[in-house]
């Protein structure tokens, strides 16, 4: 773990605290992101880093450091953990100071970092999923990656009492939204990759890869095209395939929603390949999406 507060790095469990007097803590005044981390690399690192930096002006934080420094900070604290596949995760907050409501008894803002191992294989099973009953976050809150997940965590709850693995948000005007955390995308009957517009909901790095990677498909003729728009629930439910797109599940496919089976109920080969596409991006993939760590 690295702590500002502190200022350096830990390999001790113990001492991997965080104040209590953080404004982050008490009054969830803060923001964060995360980097896969596979075979000694750091998975889109900038892309991420860039969100978080985005996500800690909007929160109306200042930054502890320079994006350069956080960067070789976040590297630093990577290498002395020794993990090679995994995930590094990363907060700004307004940092320690009194408990009141208001940041300015914050002395400095902090930032916090830490490395988690994990050897697990990325799960291609098909899930169920369900229509959240949780309220979705307004746009300002949404599009911003804040330690306020309250609503996500009761949205993914529901879906647990409910035999499902997650459960998806519909905004105001009844259009899919998104999951708790993640992405969420269609294969049309034409044959096209649809994903809902970010403008009201958090910009996923993972989903805008698998965009990218997408056109691959469509070289190979497994696609027909790849779009980003406005999706109803009705289409949605109807679709060929529907999967969940994001750092922790990367590409998994949805074989349920509600009581519709989605497709033929089977996991959909375009989920398949676009999974396999991403697992070889991180493996191989170009220099701006993998960043070496120095062991």
């Known amino acids: 773990m690295y702590s500002s507060v502190f200022g350096g790095i830990t390999t001790d469990p113990a001492a991997m605290v965080i104040p209590i007097d953080d404004h982050m803590v008490h009054r969830g005044h803060g923001v964060f992101d995360t980097a ?8 889109e690192l900038d892309q991420h880093l860039d969100r978080i930096l985005r996500s800690a002006s909007m929160a109306k934080i200042e930054l502890p450091y320079d994006r350069e420094r956080i960067r070789r900070i976040l590297i630093q604290t990577v290498s002395a953990s020794k993990c ?44 169920k999923v369900i229509t959240s009953s949780v309220p979705i976050k307004p746009p300002q809150f949404a ?44 294969v049309t009957k034409d044959k096209e990759l649809l994903m809902p517009n970010f403008d009201n909901i958090l910009s996923g790095c993972t989903a805008k890869r698998v965009l990218t990677l997408a056109n691959e498909l469509v ?21 060929n395939e529907m999967m969940l797109i994001g750092s922790g599940v990367l590409v998994r496919p949805v074989i349920q929603w509600d009581e519709q089976v989605i497709g033929d109920g089977k996991e959909g080969p375009v989920a398949l390949n676009l999974l396999s596409l991403i697992i070889e991006d991180m493996k191989s993939g170009p220099p701006t999406v993998r960043v070496p760590v120095p062991y």
């Not at 896969?36 to 998975?43: C, F, N, Q, R």
């Open 219 to 239: 070289r190979e003729g497994k696609l027909q095209g790849v779009k980003v728009r406005n999706v109803t629930v009705d289409e949605g439910k109807k679709s």
């Open 36 to 43: 896969a981390i596979m075979d000694g690399y750091l998975y």
């Open 143 to 186: 599009t911003m990656k804040s330690v306020n997940y309250l609503p996500n965590v009761l949205s993914r709850m529901e879906a647990e009492e409910n035999d499902a693995y997650a459960a998806i948000w519909l905004d105001g005007e009844g259009i899919v939204a998104e999951g708790p955390n993640m992405n969420v995308a269609f």
């Open 84 to 127: 090679r596949k995994g995930s590094l995760r990363y907060w700004l907050s307004a940092g320690p100071g009194d408990f009141q409501l208001s940041p300015s008894g914050c002395n400095q803002p902090a930032l916090y970092a830490v490395v988690i191992q994990d050897q697990t294989p990325f799960d291609s099973k098909g899930i």
